[in-house]
């Protein structure tokens, strides 16, 4: 059998030029194009982070308004029950009581002022429509008549009361109009 030769491991060429490869610590080029490389990653990952949160903080900001105005939209339907609860008590307190129902009559005004005061509390204003002009945003028209001395389009007379809940329209005032003699 032939004996073969190999050299020993501590005889392998051990000369840095046997490496083929560059140190970038040794290659100034290659470590400002790897340092370059890596800044522009960082600001790209940056860049995403300053975006995802800015639309995490927009997503966060419509989510609490969407949340708000459907909470509104609720109180309006529970307030607008309310507001006929009122115009109830309004034509209780348009009649005139005898004598006898006087203390009838206080609790009525009492339970009157306490759903005014609720009304006012959660933002709820009448709607001002007497010598104003017709507003079909807030006005429903229910009877046009001549009247002497009111111009034309003019509101001469209250119907039922409107309400606002704060900007919102909760109920139109129901009114007559003057119209042209």
Same mark, same amino acid.
């Given at each position: 059998?032939?004996?073969?030769?190999?050299?020993?491991?501590?005889?392998?060429?051990?000369?840095?030029?046997?490496?083929?490869?560059?140190?970038?610590?040794?290659?100034?080029?290659a470590?400002?194009?790897?340092?370059?490389?890596?800044?522009?990653?960082?600001?790209?990952?940056?860049?995403?982070?300053?975006?995802?949160?800015?639309?995490?903080?927009?997503?966060?900001?419509?989510?609490?308004?969407?949340?708000?105005?459907?909470?509104?939209?609720?109180?309006?339907?529970?307030?607008?029950?309310?507001?006929?609860?009122?115009?109830?008590?309004?034509?209780?307190?348009?009649?005139?009581?005898p004598?006898?129902?006087?203390?009838?009559?206080?609790?009525?005004?009492?339970?009157?002022?306490?759903?005014?005061?609720?009304? #006012?509390?959660?933002?709820?204003?009448?709607?001002?429509?007497?010598?104003?002009?017709?507003?079909?945003?807030?006005h429903?028209?229910?009877?046009?008549?001549?009247?002497?001395?009111?111009?034309?389009?003019?509101?001469?007379?209250?119907?039922?009361?409107?309400?606002?809940?704060?900007?919102?329209?909760? #109920?139109? !005032?129901?009114?007559?109009? !003057?119209? !042209?003699?």
């Amino acid at each position: 059998m032939a004996e073969t030769n190999f050299p020993e491991e501590d005889q392998l060429d051990q000369s840095p030029a046997a490496h083929t490869e560059p140190d970038p610590a040794l290659d100034p080029p290659a470590a400002t194009v790897a340092v370059a490389q890596l800044q522009r990653e960082r600001d790209d990952l940056q860049d995403r982070l300053l975006r995802k949160s800015a639309e995490f903080d927009n997503y966060r900001k419509r989510v609490e308004k969407e949340r708000r105005e459907h909470a509104e939209w609720a109180a309006a339907d529970v307030l607008a029950d309310v507001v006929a609860a009122v115009d109830d008590f309004d034509r209780a307190l348009a009649v005139e009581a005898p004598p006898e129902a006087q203390s009838y009559r206080a609790g009525v005004e009492l339970i009157h002022r306490q759903l005014g005061e609720l009304l #006012r509390k959660r933002g709820v204003t009448t709607i001002e429509t007497a010598g104003t002009d017709f507003d079909p945003h807030i006005h429903q028209a229910v009877a046009y008549d001549e009247q002497p001395g009111a111009r034309e389009g003019e509101v001469i007379g209250e119907m039922r009361k409107g309400y606002r809940l704060g900007e919102r329209l909760l #109920r139109p !005032a129901l009114v007559r109009v !003057a119209k !042209a003699s």
